[in-house]
């Protein structure tokens, strides 16, 4: 795995870099949320979750940005920051690796469905147009092996049916995962699936 940049660098949580020495417990460690704005949290050392959260970011950082990339995240990398943020601040509670990844897909697309009411918001009371954010290196690399086309159609669906189609055929998800995700019921996710495939199908033989 590739040295995350320094925005996204596990350092800047204790979990997702070395685990400190015992002289270092209850060291200050500042984390950046969604919104950009560093935070600064005291936590007591606890070897345990430390390693368990440092072989979470290994195992899952990828696709957690990728989640967010293609839900539709201007800031991919910050959501899934916080994302782990939060997870971190949990881990107490889970304690158990299975239901922390269920947790942070959970939790990156809450985040990613703010976000994107919130840019709707500013966008919608602006009076000049907002300016498109840059896409970073990691972001593009992300989407490189993705038809572009598609996913540009993908984006302009309606959040629930993007989401469960990017966590049903790229997250490779079960009905039961997805509704855990979505915090709906597999009901939902069935129709929300069947809409975003027919509205996607029709979008994609428009571009033809």
């Known amino acids: ?9 596990p350092v800047h949580l204790t979990a997702y870099g070395p685990v400190p020495s015992p002289a270092d417990a209850g060291a200050v460690a500042a984390v950046p949320p969604a919104g950009g704005v560093p935070r600064t949290v005291t936590e007591p050392f ?18 957690m940005l990728r989640l967010a990339t293609l839900l539709g995240a ?9 994302a ?17 990844e269920s947790y942070l897909r959970s939790v990156v697309c809450n985040l990613t469905r703010m976000r994107i009411r919130h840019l709707q ?6 009076e000049s147009p907002v300016t498109e954010p840059v896409a970073s290196a990691e972001h593009a690399a992300l989407l490189h ?13 309606p959040t629930r049916q993007r989401e ?31 809409r ?6 029709k979008a994609m033989e428009a571009r033809r």
């Open 1 to 9: 795995m590739r040295r995350m940049s320094h925005r996204t660098s």
């Open 74 to 82: 201007d800031d991919p990398e910050n959501i899934v920051a916080e």
């Open 84 to 100: 782990y943020y939060q997870l971190y601040r949990k881990w107490r509670r889970l304690r158990d690796e299975d239901r922390a």
């Open 145 to 157: 092996d993705d038809q572009q086309a598609l996913v540009a159609a993908l984006r302009e669906l």
């Open 121 to 126: 918001t500013v966008r919608k009371h602006a």
């Open 46 to 63: 606890d070897r345990e979750r430390d390693l368990a959260l440092a072989n979470l970011f290994e195992a899952h950082y990828t696709s």
């Open 196 to 201: 975003g495939i027919a509205a996607l199908t």
């Open 164 to 194: 469960a189609l990017v966590l049903r055929h790229w997250m490779g998800l079960k009905e039961t995962e997805i509704a855990d995700a979505m915090a709906i019921s597999p009901g939902s996710v069935k129709t929300h699936t069947s």
